[in-house]
């Protein structure tokens, strides 16, 4: 989530009442979150597990609960509760606002672009050109779409992120305030749903395919000219590069990246990073031929337990 | 289902033109199928297999298709096809109302609550304060929801149940005449479908947080602050109590209970109750250890099979 | 997708410029995709490995991207792009016809039938008597529903199958120009999706129940009374007999056969045509009481290697 234009540190951490420690005029550009820090980006840490991880990220701000030393070129702001800071600083910048119509008039929807009866284009999101986007499909504020794309009905586009934090009687919301991207030539099948990045971006990459009740978690990144059958099921964070290729019910954990040309079989579950241009199948899924191979020899064990 | 004032067996009797065993004047106060029947509830039974159970159950009055001692403080109506009988009564009771706008005129809505556009919104549907009830949502008659819910895009909340009859030649509906419960807090994803109680009450616990694509059956309850990631699929008549975390694509089959604060795995089956506090894994589930050995050891089969 | 009147070999070569083989006058009745053709349809073939099977298949006519020797009987077509070629063909005769409403003008709805609110009917769709149409669903053009089907919220009937030509940088669509046809007695649960044929018909027999979040694939037939639970999935182009039972989240793979009376337990994945009258269970699926066996032995694994 870009600030723009950026604000000082004495100006964010006033609008959480915080103590900070840098120059009060640093400028901070962007609000992210741990996974999608960039240069120049505000970030929060409210676990001692994660305090290094989060000094040493890109991040130029960090809100954190400790007092702690303040790295060289970063500034630190403190609060007793992080989570609750960042949550209401995306609600400053990203505040829900109600439709009024079901296209929004903040919307921009390119030529030859067919919108069908019964869809909702939220605010600020954009649409390219010649795209399809059939009836009864949502798109949330802030989702960009290219030229050539087709979306068929019920899909949903935008839509928040799993991102809760557990508290001792509850859950809190991260809300999100990152966007969908969805670029030229994709086309999405009935009933997926894409969410939107928690404060970064969740993307469908360049003339990839999807078949229908797809779910892609927040800021999960498919590649170009990917092809995944219906029921796949993509966790947040995820990294899919080009040319993957998921047949149906295929399970995806999150915070892991699966390499290009990458095939998995039917109903597999992915626990952990795959190397690309091979072939996969099982849950946990492993290269197929080996995966093959013990489900022939599960098929001998009544002999095998019987000789023995 | 209450009826509300309660009814005389005389007059349930009378209109499913039945004979029966009791007081006229014995009043039956609610219509509940076998699962989910309470003290003054008609019930029906139409199998041998069931009726002992039907007898011993907790209802009041029983839809029976054989002459047989009427059990103490108990009545009995006679039919040739109790089935038929028990849903002409729903139908009765609850019968199908045509919508006549998107927002029905009977529908009560809190303060503070905002409902965008495109969602449908059902007879005697009940929603609490400072909901958001995201575009093309879909909530049938009858559906309950408490404060602070969130509902996304897509989602269809009261549907009816999958609860049919095997006829020789087809499959007889058992109409649905429960409804769906949504609790204070509770999150539903995008295209999460919670289908309603087939008599009785599908209800969703307070604080929980559902991602997309979930699907909760008929008369399910579902804790309070659990958490479940996408594509879950739940069957009818399942207990989840609080504190259950379900990975993504679990699948859990119906009549059974998990115990609170469970954790299972993704692309886990379940097929019987599972105690709560542990982990599980697996289709069939196991605790979690003991799956992961065993799928340790296959990866070494083709070693043990070369062996021996 | 029937040619109402039929064309002639030469108009038919003409439309995408062709040079051809055969009688000019020769008769075309119909465009259906190889694995639908009948005796009158035109179907095309783009690889070498295909060349016999198109051929020696029921297709009068052929588009062909090789010079060969042409079957009695039937004629040829020469394009150096076949699949480009048919699909210019399939967007000639079934051109998308953007809505002008929520129900088009051009649609038959029968006697007793209810449309909820927020249900969109595309052109030239014919709906039977007596049925629900619940709200937010979306029928494609085309599609045909017979007496007493009951259609539940987030359904989608009749959206494009994912059927895809890999080229050297992208992927190519076949348009979808066949059809959905849901016959008497089906209830289709909340958020469904069933793909219309590429060129034939996707059909759900008579009687059928579907739970929700089902997918259904292009071309594929399913029979009378059969009962899915919810979350199946089922590829393109597969045949389900009558009475079959599938269990929640079972995977079904394109291009088989499921024997009547067949019951495949929950999470199974099918990828070979199933015997009907039997029990299946596991991914891949085999007969449930051998699944169940193997599943029992694994268990003793880590008493068996200790042992040994």
Not at 30 to 48: A, K, R, S, W, Y
Not at 96 to 122: C, H, L, N, R, Y
Not at 123 to 145: F, Q
Not at 184 to 213: L, M, P
Request: proline content about 4%; charged content about 20%; hydrophobic content about 40%.
């Amino acid at each position: 989530m870009q600030l723009n234009p950026p604000l000082s540190l004495h100006q964010v951490a006033g609008m959480i009442g915080a103590s900070f420690d840098g120059e009060p005029g640093f400028p901070i550009s962007g609000i992210n979150e741990i996974h999608m820090v960039n240069e120049g980006d505000l970030t929060f840490v409210d676990h001692p597990k994660y305090y290094e991880k989060a000094l040493k990220s890109k991040a130029s701000a960090i809100i954190i609960n400790k007092e702690m030393d303040r790295p060289d070129g970063k500034a630190l702001i403190f609060s007793d509760d992080p989570f609750r800071d960042f949550v209401s600083l995306i609600k400053k910048f990203r505040p829900f606002e109600p439709a009024t119509g079901m296209i929004s008039s903040t919307a921009i929807i390119g030529k030859g672009t067919i919108i069908q009866p019964g869809v909702f284009i939220g605010n600020h999101v954009v649409i390219g050109r010649n795209c399809i986007i059939h009836p009864n499909v949502t798109i949330y504020d802030h989702t960009i779409i290219g030229d050539h794309v087709i979306i068929h009905s019920g899909a949903v586009i935008g839509s928040d992120g799993l991102y809760f934090k557990r508290r001792s009687s509850h859950y809190d919301k991260l809300e999100s305030g990152g966007r969908a991207l969805i670029e030229d030539y994709v086309e999405i099948g009935a009933c997926c749903t894409i969410d939107r990045g928690s404060t970064g971006d969740t993307t469908i990459g360049q003339g990839t395919k999807f078949d229908n009740h797809i779910h892609i978690g927040h800021d999960t990144i498919i590649g170009k000219n990917c092809l995944f059958a219906a029921q796949v099921g993509v966790a947040g964070c995820v990294i899919v590069e080009d040319d993957v290729i998921l047949w149906g019910q295929v399970g995806v954990q999150k915070d892991l990246t699966i390499g290009k040309g990458a095939v998995v079989f039917g109903q597999s579950g992915i626990s952990k990073s795959l190397e690309g241009g091979k072939t996969y199948f099982g849950s946990p899924a492993q290269e197929a031929r080996e995966a093959m191979k013990q489900m022939a020899l599960i098929r001998k064990l009544p002999e095998l337990f019987e000789k023995l």
